[in-house]
């Protein structure tokens, strides 16, 4: 189809002024499962769009074939029931494409720069394939370990995930491929995903439920956000004007499309009018429900309009971007994919086991099916069929040299009627071997969209196999596919552990690369790992009941709740280890007193004393005290990853704007930044942080809380504009001199009732509604006027 010029040149309002309704509402609706709505009497054609979050899933039939999805909602959803490698099962026949690291892998790199990579490869897949939005990045908070959707996410602090997001959003939209940054919000867990009421205070989702949103939308401008499945505060996500109007659209800005999560409408009249543009896929109850409520006026003309030009906008970004014959480079993807696995993998422990020595003469025991066949990524809708995968064990043979002696071994099974020879077998390999090579994995089943984990466990019989071995040979490495934290009742008795999460098709390579050195590992946790599933912060009210789900720990998630508590985590928040070491020294700011709108450059001198090149990833944290709000004892501000050949010294510089060190007051319904004394801190981790320096908070806004009629005097007494209005009001009003105002101000000081019903019961003093107000009225005005001054 030809499309229509106007469309091309971005002049809507013909177009939209010579469309029928229904032609208005199929625009709106999705054509079938992947596409828009095609409209060929007006020259509108449809685009193309799919999953995943790390890679390019391409359904054939549905894509090509023009096929609806053929399933209802329960049946589409049962893709979760698949293996991770077996994706050929809801959607058809799909094509291959690079399997990329997914979320929990690739944010261990800490590494806005290889994200951007990252998401202009994928976009060049999408061109190949013709596919004009990526429905990604997932960015959800990793509140808990056992989140069905972990696999995709980043990681539990918001400013890491947004500053990520970004970068691959960047990049994907640079090769004229739209994002769907998604989902949004509060998609935290798997259980009755579409009915679970998230109840979140508002302060706790504007920090960090929503924070990651704002900073990802800010520095990249997605094309598209997708609405979750979840209830939110009582209200469909997907329906919720609140979230969808006064934050996303009001106070953020954001002026692209909203789509919905995949049959994440229930109310499409509602959904429309709380600016959900786009309803996928196209289902015709929805789209009969949506023309009958326009002809019965409850859906404005104004309103339907305004979705169907932002979908016309979508389109023709897609259209005008579009390179058709573009073809991607498998191998250079590959090879990309490797790269970004070597860079993400974690080192959480080595006793000097690691690197090994290629040319060294020893005997390996290589124990695990995961060597072989790799657990590569997570099951669900984001599950991408790959170019190639590379196997650990024919990588690591490849760079081995011809002294090393490496024999493998299955170790585990699912059979039961296997097991117990497969681990005998296993057990007695590693007495004989200078050093065992242990590939665990969680249960696979588990590991994905549609439920959540049941532990924090390796699959069974393996957390048992390895602690047997490793007390047997302490020379015991263990290589983990999982995805999210795990325990690890072994750690004591093992010499390494290398963290992969879900790495992707070059896993292989990497894990290789990292063992013998030819990659030094740089990756750094994104997530606190526990040492029990009872440390982490929302256990107690996790999974929730009775379709309502409380976020109990408020703001205190992740490390946040974990150092409030002073709980010892197994992992902490940003820990990693490397083959060279670093040392941190010279700390300044270029300023001490800091405001709004101001921002603040931290230095310091990071240093590499040991024998190897290798990076670091240096994180800045804040830590307030004495401030009017709570606030966790530390929270990531900014982070660097800075590359140091051996005994090389760098200045690093760290820039924070000073708005983001503000907290959300929910009573004054905005941001304030808290006046007062913090510090600025900088090391390896949340918990090794070796340089601080000290800074002054400068601000009003955020200083004293609202005076009410019923708030206790010390509140406005502790408020000076306040106490100033309401004591001159006492001496007009009762004819009273300044001192004799301030000792009855003074004698109500312990009062727990509101100042003016204190001064009925203390002094028999009545005043009337309008004093009430009057005074009120004035305290306000002083105090919005002494904030003027100080800014």
């Known amino acids: 189809m030809q499309a229509n010029p106007d469309l091309i040149a971005g002049e809507f309002d013909t177009l939209i002024a010579s469309m029928t309704v229904e032609e208005k509402v199929a625009l709106v609706s999705g054509r079938h499962m992947w ?27 549905q894509i090509d074939g023009d096929q609806p999805g053929g399933q209802d909602f329960a049946a589409f959803l049962s893709v979760v029931n698949q293996k991770a490698n077996g994706v050929q099962v809801a959607f058809g026949a799909i094509n291959s494409a690079t399997c990329f690291p997914n979320g929990s892998s690739v944010a261990c790199s800490w590494d806005v720069g290889l994200m951007h990579e990252m998401g202009a ?29 972990s696999y995709e996410y980043y990681s539990e602090d918001p400013l890491l995930t947004g500053d990520l997001a970004a970068g691959l959003i960047n990049g994907l939209q640079g090769q004229g491929v739209g994002a769907s940054l998604k989902h949004f919000a ?98 015709g109850k929805r789209k009969q429900d949506l023309i009958t409520a326009i002809e019965a006026g409850t859906v404005s003309a104004e309103t339907l309009d305004l979705s169907v030009r932002r979908v016309l906008e979508l389109v023709r970004k897609a259209l005008i971007n579009s390179r058709k014959g573009e073809k991607f480079d498998r191998a250079t993807h590959h090879a990309l994919a490797r790269r970004i696995a070597g860079e993400s993998i974690v080192l959480l422990k080595n006793d000097g086991v690691l690197p090994l020595d290629p040319n060294a003469s020893l005997k390996i025991a290589v124990i695990g099916g995961g060597a072989e066949e790799p657990v590569i990524q997570g099951s669900g809708c984001a599950t991408t069929l790959p170019t190639q995968v590379d196997a650990p064990l024919a990588e690591i043979r490849k760079l081995a040299g011809v002294n090393l002696d490496i024999r493998a071994y299955q170790g585990f099974s699912e059979d039961l009627s296997l097991a117990a020879d497969l681990a005998d077998e ?78 992707g098709q070059g896993m292989g390579g990497g ?10 590992p740089s990756g750094k946790l994104t997530v606190t790992f526990p040492r029990k599933l009872g440390d982490v912060p929302g256990f107690l009210s996790y999974p929730g009941e009775n379709r309502r789900h409380i ?8 490390y946040r709740g974990y150092d409030a508590r002073e709980t010892e985590p197994l992992f902490p928040f940003g820990f990693g280890l490397s083959y060279t070491d670093f040392t941190y020294s010279d700390i300044a700011l270029d300023k001490t007193e800091l405001r709004s709108g101001d921002s603040v450059t931290v230095s310091f001198t990071l240093t590499n ?43 690093v510089t760290i820039t924070v704007p000073v708005d983001d060190l503000r907290v959300y007051d929910t009573s004054l319904g905005c941001w304030v930044l808290d006046n007062g004394a913090i510090a600025l801190k900088v090391g390896a981790s949340s ?42 009001f006492l001496e007009a009003r009762l004819n009273v001199s300044e001192r004799e105002a301030e000792g009855m101000l003074e004698h109500c000081t312990n009062s727990f009732i509101g100042l003016f019903t204190t001064f009925e019961r203390r002094f028999r003093i009545q005043f009337s509604e309008d004093d009430i107000e009057r005074v009120l009225a004035d305290i306000e005005q002083a105090v919005a006027e002494d904030a003027r001054v100080q800014a």
């Not at 588990?446 to 071995?469: F, H, K, M, T, V």
């Not at 976020?551 to 992740?558: D, L, N, P, R, S």
């Open 186 to 283: 509060c998609n935290n867990s798997e259980i009755e995903r579409t009915s679970m009421d998230s109840l979140v205070e508002e302060r706790a989702l504007r920090e960090i439920y929503l924070r990651g949103f704002e900073r990802a939308i800010g520095q990249s401008n997605p094309w598209t956000v997708m609405t979750s499945y979840n209830v939110l505060n009582g209200v469909q996500a997907a329906e919720n004007p609140w979230l969808l109007g006064d934050v996303l659209r009001d106070d953020w800005g954001y002026d692209g499309l909203v789509v919905s999560d995949w049959h994440g409408i229930k109310d499409r009249p509602a959904s429309l009018n709380a600016g959900n543009d786009l309803d996928m896929p196209e289902s």
């Open 511 to 520: 894990v290789a690369d990292v063992l013998f050195g030819a990659v030094n």
């Open 551 to 558: 976020y109990g720990e408020g703001i205190f998630v992740g």
């Open 35 to 61: 596409k828009t709505a095609e409209i060929a009497r007006l020259g509108i054609p449809s685009i193309i769009m799919t999953d995943g979050t790390y890679g390019v899933r391409y359904s054939i039939d």
């Open 687 to 728: 918990r090794d942080l070796a340089l601080s320096a000290e800074a002054n908070c400068v601000a009003a806004e955020g200083r004293y809380r609202p005076i009410l009629r019923d708030t206790q005097p010390i509140f406005m007494l502790n408020n000076p504009p306040a106490r100033r209005v309401f004591r001159q």
């Open 609 to 651: 004393t040991g024998a190897r090149a290798g990076k670091e990833v240096a994180q800045l944290y804040v830590e307030r005290s004495g401030q009017r709000h709570a606030t966790p004892p530390r929270e990531l501000k900014g982070f660097a990853k800075v590359a140091l050949a051996a005994g090389e010294s760098q200045r």
């Open 426 to 503: 296993a057990v007695e390999a590693a007495k004989s071997a200078d050093i065992v090579l242990i590939f665990g994995t969680t249960e696979v089943g588990y590991d994905g969209e549609g439920s959540d984990r049941r532990n924090l466990s390796l699959a069974p019989g393996q957390d048992g196999l390895i602690a047997e071995i490793a007390r047997l040979n302490p020379r015991t490495v263990v290589v983990l596919s999982n995805p999210d934290a795990i325990t690890m009742p072994w750690l004591d008795d093992v010499a390494a552990v290398v963290e992969t999460f879900f790495s």
């Open 121 to 149: 490869a994928l976009g060049k897949e999408c061109q190949e394939l013709g596919v004009g939005l990526l429905l990604g990045p997932g960015i959800n908070i990793r509140r808990t370990p056992l989140g069905g959707r």
